[in-house]
């Protein structure tokens, strides 16, 4: 599968964005799919993600409440859709995508960038004060 992420931009801090990461190759529904986001000068950080059977999602704590991560089958898409946002939001987003390796996996978050196997290309948010 590969990942194209898009939908970054600039904008005011209360306004709202939806980032898209589009598959193509394989359905989406059979990955757990994630969200990481770095800022300029810190750490990559996992800001959202959920498990490949869609029953479990999480949210950092930084976002929980603004952000919400769901996905579109039909258009094997994963959407971020990021509300309230805040100049602390700036920051690079990646989506990436892992394959569970058994069924005992598919409801699993994986929160860590190196357990995933597929990742986009970043796409860019401001968010200005």
């Known amino acids: 599968v590969q990942l194209q992420a898009s939908g970054g931009g600039l904008v005011e801090a209360g306004g709202s964005l939806r980032l898209s990461c589009a598959a193509s190759g394989r359905p989406f529904s059979r990955y757990a799919v994630g969200w990481f986001r770095q800022a300029p000068g810190k750490e990559r950080e996992f800001a959202s993600g959920f498990s490949r059977s869609g029953g479990t999602t999480y949210y950092a704590d930084s976002v929980k409440g603004r952000f919400n991560i769901f996905r579109d089958n039909a258009k094997n898409t994963v959407y971020l859709q990021m509300n309230s946002l805040k100049p602390e939001d700036t920051a690079v987003y990646y989506c990436?995508?892992?394959?569970?390796?058994?069924?005992?996996?598919?409801?699993?978050?994986?929160?860590?960038?190196?357990?995933?196997?597929?990742w986009g290309q970043g796409t860019l948010v401001t968010v200005s004060s």
């Open positions: 990436a995508a892992k394959d569970p390796p058994s069924i005992r996996s598919y409801s699993r978050v994986y929160y860590t960038w190196g357990e995933y196997d597929v």
